[in-house]
Structures are given as structure tokens and as C-alpha cells.
């Protein structure tokens, strides 16, 4: 299942979705994977997420994004959530249609059974239709 928490720039999206990861954390039988654009937040993570940060890696569009996310499902067979915090700047989505992006993700975390979490610099009248519905409160 995809979510994502929404809001414009400097609304506390990166906030909330330490927040989730922390509750997260309280029950997790399995791995999480918090993916950022930089390594800022490495002290505000548990020491058992593994933070990755997506700028050192040569990723230069969205479908080259998606095989990363592929890559990183399929060398954890124990990953139970993905938090993506920054998502249109890590999945080079900046001013695009993401429907694509998040078709793909959410087959993704139904075939491999992972959580997924987005932070989108988006309004809801931004995002496509079926979308709105993920929307965490």
C-alpha cells in the first residue's frame, strides 16, 4: 500500500514523516528504509532504519528511480516499509505527472508486500484522482 503526506514546502511533511516512522518502529517485525535526498536526518532516525540517501546514487529519472526501489525490494526479502521523504526530487518528479510513478510504486508495494510512504510537495487538488485516496490525515 502507497500513502503519502502531502503539503507545500515548510508545512512539516519531513516532521510527520519521522513521526511514522517512529510508530513504526514500536511494531516492526521486519525492516524500514527511510530514503532522503541528503543524510540530515540520520540522528533523528532509530539506529535499525536504515537510512539511505538517494543523491549518492546515479539516479537521473523516474523510471531509473523505480528500478532502485525494485533493487532495494528485492535484496530484503524481511523490508516491511519504505519512507521516501522529498519523493518528487528523489524520483526526478519536480513539475511532472506523477500518476505513472505511483501506479508503478503502488504494484511494487503489492507484490512485495512493503508499506510505502511518500512526503509530496503537492495540494490535494494537485494530485491525480485516484490518489487523493492515499492520503494520510
Known amino acids: 500500500m502507497v500513502q503519502l503526506v502531502i503539503g507545500e514546502k515548510g508545512e512539516g511533511k519531513t516532521k510527520k514523516m519521522l513521526d511514522y516512522v517512529h510508530e513504526a518502529m514500536k511494531t516492526a517485525a521486519g525492516n524500514i528504509v527511510y530514503l532522503d535526498k541528503s543524510s540530515r536526518n540520520i540522528h533523528e532516525l532509530d539506529n535499525k532504519v ?3 540517501n538517494v543523491s549518492e546514487y546515479p539516479i537521473q529519472n523516474t523510471d531509473q528511480f523505480i528500478g532502485f526501489i525494485c533493487g532495494i525490494c528485492s535484496q530484503d526479502y524481511d523490508l516491511e516499509a519504505m519512507y521516501l521523504d522529498g ?8 513539475g511532472k505527472d506523477i500518476s505513472d510513478a505511483l501506479t508503478q510504486l503502488n504494484r511494487v508495494s503489492e507484490q512485495f508486500h512493503v508499506k510505502i510512504v511518500l512526503s509530496v510537495t503537492l495540494s490535494m ?13
Open 87 to 94: 519523493f518528487l526530487k528523489i524520483a526526478k518528479l519536480e
Open 125 to 137: 487538488d494537485e494530485l491525480p484522482e485516484f490518489a487523493r485516496a492515499q492520503v494520510l490525515s
Open 50 to 52: 536504515r537510512l539511505i
